[in-house]
């Protein structure tokens, strides 16, 4: 009997100026991952093209909503009329969560104490007799 791999699905949610916002994306495989972060294409798209079908093939579900308050559907159309900024922040959220880049520590993060090797008297080499 094999191993069973079951997809994974990533849970964004955004802290920035996007807070509030969550999306449900599917993983990427490897072959896609190096695709979307060299933005070359294959079949002479543009990069950009390439990486929002890309994105709405992988979409499962998202809480946007649009200006009467109505969901915005998770579909190839509706990625395309949203703002870049909104897209791309998606994008980039999505692919660092694929390729396992974790948000930067705290601006309070504790530097630890001095290495005691620095502390430690070393006295000089004698020089080396010739044979």
Not at 36 to 63: F, H, M, Q, Y
Not at 79 to 103: M, P, R, Y
Not at 107 to 118: H, K, Q, Y
Request: hydrophobic content about 35%; glycine content about 8%; cysteine-free.
């Amino acid at each position: 009997m094999g191993y069973k791999r079951n997809p994974k699905v990533y849970h964004l949610k955004f802290q920035d100026e996007y807070e509030g916002l969550e999306v449900m994306v599917r993983s990427l495989s490897m072959g896609q991952l190096i695709k979307a972060r060299s933005g070359k294409s294959d079949d002479g798209k543009d990069g950009t093209e390439e990486l929002i079908e890309l994105l709405a093939e992988r979409l499962v579900s998202w809480n946007l909503e649009d200006e009467d308050g109505m969901p915005v559907p998770p579909t190839l159309e509706a990625i395309k009329g949203e703002d870049n900024d909104l897209v791309f922040a998606i994008i980039n959220h999505w692919t660092d969560a694929v390729s396992g880049v974790k948000a930067p520590l705290p601006e309070s993060s504790p530097s630890g104490e001095p290495s005691p090797v620095e502390s430690i008297p070393m006295a000089p080499l004698s020089e080396s007799l010739a044979s």
